[in-house]
């Protein structure tokens, strides 16, 4: 565990601060009540209070985003989110990003890679996806946690929060977030992923998305600014086969009859990338 992201840490349970406790070959951080959180011989520590609701996406599902990002497909959400971080992150001479949801990690290691000076923590209930974002970057560590109960941080500890298709729990967000920090959210614009969804009955992007992000959101922050970014894919079938896979339309479509339709499209099969960028401030 890094130095600048173990001193922010803090016990689930109880709220104290944590230190390692590695002992031999086996590796854990503890607080001082003695409570104690194993990490996985993958990189990552668990730092669950109890049971999480749900595990997450399936080996499945992060396996198909891990191919599909590694290939560039989504780099401009990547570049955007980076120049995003660049532009806001305050002076601190330890910044902290932190993504929860973060999957496999890919955003994290993109801002990271904009801020050279700054840690990052990729918290995720996937262990799946945990076991690729304890090595997404140098300097990231990854922890599991559920982004509905309360964060594994110190009160106004991070200096940057990504939420890049992720639940937001602006009450915790806010706790977390130093005053001068900010959070970036990314959200799928009306036509993301317009030509798929017409075609492959996908699930559509909520006409009310954006009210709904400033429901969870509007208590605890001010949304700065905001602007679309866009690009144009000419994906392979096999590509839209990851795609769809990845995405929340996986849980929910016949397999059998998903392949056939996309082995009915014609290729390459173009797509519309499109999302928003968020930048909020905190109350």
């Known amino acids: 565990m890094l130095p600048s992201v173990l001193t922010r840490l803090r016990c689930p349970v109880c709220g104290e601060p944590l230190a390692d406790a590695t002992a031999g070959t086996t590796r854990a951080l503890r607080c001082p009540r003695g409570h104690s ?26 396996a198909a985003r891990a191919d599909f990002l590694a290939a560039g497909h989504y ?61 997404a970057h140098p300097r990231a560590a ?81 949304e700065e600014s905001a602007d679309e970014h866009r690009a144009r894919l000419a994906l392979t079938r096999a590509e839209v086969t990851t795609l769809v896979g990845m995405g929340p339309s996986a849980w929910h479509a016949d397999p059998e009859r998903l392949a056939a339709q996309i082995a009915a499209l014609p290729e390459p099969v173009p797509v519309t990338l499109a999302v928003r960028l968020g930048t909020h401030r905190p109350r």
């Open 37 to 62: 959180f194993d990490t996985a011989r993958q990189g990552y520590v668990n730092l669950l209070a109890g049971r999480a609701p749900h595990s997450g996406d399936s080996a499945g599902m992060v």
């Open 75 to 135: 780099d401009t959400v990547a570049a955007a989110l980076a120049a995003a971080a660049t532009r806001v992150a305050p002076d601190d001479p330890y910044p902290l990003v932190v993504e929860p949801g973060a999957g496999t990690g890919h955003y994290l290691a993109a801002v990271l890679a904009a801020l050279p000076d700054a840690a990052g923590l990729a918290l995720d209930v996937a262990k799946p996806a945990l076991r690729r974002a304890a090595r």
């Open 142 to 222: 990854a922890a599991l946690a559920d982004t509905w109960q309360r964060l594994p941080l110190a009160d106004r500890s991070v200096t940057v929060l990504l939420n890049v298709f992720a639940p937001r729990n602006g009450p915790e967000f806010h706790r977390v977030l130093d005053p001068a920090g900010a959070l970036l959210v990314v959200t799928p614009a009306a036509d993301h992923l317009a030509e798929l969804v017409d075609a492959l009955d996908l699930l559509r992007v909520d006409p009310a998305k954006a009210d709904r992000v400033a429901g969870s959101l509007g208590a605890h922050f001010v």
